[in-house]
């Protein structure tokens, strides 16, 4: 008889090509292949592809099964490693279904149970058929190369609340990407630092992973990584404006701030108004926590009794009134507002916020 | 009493006999090996918490296995030669072709049914809604 079903399936399952991933398909796989052999054994000679996996599928679920129901007479038993007379339940109990000789009966002895001597009829009428493969033990675990803890790789911890059986910090190389030049030829300050990256001592490495990109300062240890950064960074800053390094106070030259001349002066003080108006925001916590200014020229005074008049040194020589109640929009879009006044205004806003908070605190006793 | 005395000595013989039958039967299981490999039993058993050390445990649910798909593979063998010969009935001239014993979905649902496996499968899947109904229909 020809092999027809095994190899017509095995083909087929060469020619579908995917891998899946899994011990389970593995084993599944082992498990077709076993009921197909005994398919054979009957005398099938071809096989369909979803029925032989239903049937497969089948399979596997009863061997799940009499191991369950094995355990759960071992474990009413009270006892946790299974039995003979367990196995034999529950194979009673599965083969309830179709029935077998003494199933009627309560009280019988297991050993004479109608289902061992029908496996016994089997093993006796059955060629035996081995299974075609050589089997490595299941389940099968890929390999995995753990990476060595601390204490295995012998190396100290940098830091004192870092435990040693935990891994070491990876290589900086690994999550810094070099920026390859258009030439070719890598920077040679970037050649540099590899080549000294050797004798940089592993302590020092976790420190470097931790400093900052542009460490302006400059420590002794990692200039060069922070050279290597900038490099970096310089190389990305042509690219794309968007990763260059921030700017620090002082790095680039910016004109100063002038104050507006109507700002200084007391016939502003209406524009100022509308000023504030126009930013909502501000209106009402410049309201009501400005603290007494010297210049203040309505009677209110809405300073709060307990606090305390700081004169901030920004502060710039501006007087405005104070009007509750009154919310007059005074906008002007055509007064010349440039983009510093209203810069200039905003850090105003932003200073007068903080100074109250700062009183707030003190006062409250933060 | 004495009957009694002899009754028990007769059961007790019996239950000898048995036990030497379960325990020779235990021991030729280890000269047969069965299909489905111990690995793949061992495996699925441990899934479901089976413990246990004894390897003959572990090759009598091995054999049961293979009883159960060999019973259930005989069964849809039988569907499958009905189905041929009655075919065969209609059509003399095919009756070279179809030599071919096929396991089919459909004997194998037939046999499963009787075992308590309830296993429906689609005839077909339609491409669209309107596949297969009449050209009428299917004008509009």
């Known amino acids: 008889m020809s092999d027809g079903g095994r190899e017509n399936r095995r083909e087929h399952e060469k020619s579908s090509g995917h891998r899946k991933s899994g011990v389970d398909n593995f084993a599944r796989a082992i498990a077709k292949i076993a009921v197909a052999q005994v398919c054979e054994t009957e005398g099938f000679q071809a096989f369909q592809q979803s029925a032989l996996e239903t049937f497969s599928d089948v399979a596997v679920r009863y061997i799940r099964d009499v191991g369950k129901t094995a355990l759960l007479y071992t474990n009413l038993a009270g006892r946790t490693e299974v039995n003979v007379f367990d196995v034999i339940q529950g194979l009673e109990d599965l083969s309830m279904g179709l029935g077998f000789v003494g199933a009627s009966d309560i009280d019988h002895c297991l050993v004479q149970s109608g289902v061992v001597r029908e496996l016994l009829q089997y093993v006796g009428d059955s060629e035996e058929l081995p299974f075609a493969y050589a089997l490595p033990q299941l389940p099968i675990f890929r390999d995995r190369k753990q990476t060595p803890s601390f204490l295995q790789a012998g190396v100290e911890p940098p830091h004192e609340h870092i435990p040693s059986w935990l891994p070491p910090f990876p290589d900086i190389q690994d999550h810094v990407q070099l920026p390859m030049q258009e030439n070719g030829a890598k920077d040679p300050q970037l050649v540099e630092v590899e080549h000294a990256k050797d004798d940089i001592k592993p302590e020092q490495q976790s420190s470097l992973s931790v400093q900052p990109l542009h460490s302006a300062g400059g420590l002794a240890g990692p200039p060069l990584v922070a050279e290597r950064n900038a490099a970096n960074l310089k190389e990305a800053a042509v690219t794309n404006p968007y990763l260059a390094a921030p700017l620090y106070f002082g790095e680039k030259e910016v004109s100063p701030a002038v104050l507006p001349t109507k700002l200084s002066s007391e016939a502003a003080v209406g524009d100022h108004v509308g000023q504030k108006q126009v930013m909502d925001g501000k209106i009402s916590a410049l309201e009501a926590f400005v603290p007494g200014i010297e210049s203040i020229k309505s009677g209110l005074n809405d300073s709060d009794e307990g606090q305390m008049k700081v004169f901030p040194s920004q502060r710039p020589p501006v007087q405005f009134k104070i009007r509750i109640g009154k919310r007059s929009f005074n906008a002007n879009p055509n007064s010349s507002f440039e983009h510093e006044d209203c810069f200039w205004w905003y850090r105003f806003c932003v200073t007068q916020i903080q100074m109250f908070m700062k009183n707030l605190m003190m006062h409250w006793g933060f | ?140």
Not at chain 2, 28 to 51: R, W
């Open chain 2, 1 to 140: 009493m004495n009957n009694h005395h002899g009754q028990s000595q007769q059961s007790s013989e019996s239950k000898h006999d048995d036990d030497a039958a379960l325990t020779d039967f235990l021991a030729s299981l280890m000269e047969y090996t069965p299909t489905v490999p111990d690995e793949l039993v061992e495996h699925y058993l441990g899934k479901s918490g089976f413990q246990c050390p004894d390897v003959r445990l572990t090759r009598l649910v091995a054999v049961a296995t293979q009883k159960f798909v060999a019973d259930i593979a005989s069964d849809a063998l039988q569907h499958c030669k009905a189905r041929q010969a009655s075919v065969v009935k209609d059509k003399r001239d095919k009756q070279q072709k179809d030599k071919r014993l096929i396991l089919t979905m459909d004997d194998l649902s037939k046999a499963l049914r009787e075992y308590g496996v309830n296993v429906k499968h689609q005839e077909y899947f339609a491409d669209s809604p309107s596949a297969g109904l009449d050209t009428a229909s299917r004008d509009e």
